[in-house]
C-alpha cells in the first residue's frame, strides 16, 4: 500500500521505527479494552470504567507484550545484547518484558 500510493519502497527485512509501533499498539489496545467494554455492557463513554480495564495489565498483542501499570505507565519490554565472538555480530543475549508487576527474564544465552 506504501509503494502504490505514496511511492514509499523499503528494504525487505526493515523493522518499522519503535514510535510507529507503539500507537500501533495503543490503538490495538484501545480496540481491545471497546471490545470488553461492550461485551460486559458497560457504558463507553464512561471513561473511569474504560481506564480500569487498562490499568496493571498485560497486554498481548500481535507483535508484542504490552504491560500498563497501576499509575497507567507503559512499562517497556528490555532486551540484552551480547557480541557473538564466532560472528562478530551483536545478537539478543537474554530478553525481558514486565508481567503483572514483576519484571521477567526470558531466557539467557551463553556463548562460549
Known amino acids: ?14 523493522k518499522p521505527h519503535d514510535i510507529v509501533m507503539a500507537n500501533y499498539d495503543a490503538v490495538e489496545i484501545l480496540g481491545l479494552i471497546m471490545n470488553e467494554t ?3 455492557g458497560a457504558d463507553p463513554g464512561d471513561g473511569r470504567t474504560v481506564v480500569k480495564r487498562v490499568m496493571n495489565r ?14 497507567g505507565e507503559r512499562r517497556n519490554n528490555f532486551c540484552v545484547n551480547d557480541l557473538n565472538p564466532q560472528t562478530r555480530r551483536f545478537q539478543v543475549f537474554s530478553p525481558g518484558f514486565f508481567y503483572h508487576r514483576r519484571f521477567v527474564w526470558e531466557f539467557v544465552t551463553v556463548y562460549f
Open 1 to 14: 500500500m506504501s509503494a502504490t500510493e505514496y511511492g514509499l519502497h523499503y528494504p525487505l527485512g526493515e
Open 38 to 40: 461492550l461485551t460486559a
Open 58 to 71: 498485560t497486554f498481548p498483542l500481535s507483535y508484542s507484550r504490552v504491560y500498563i501499570e497501576d499509575f
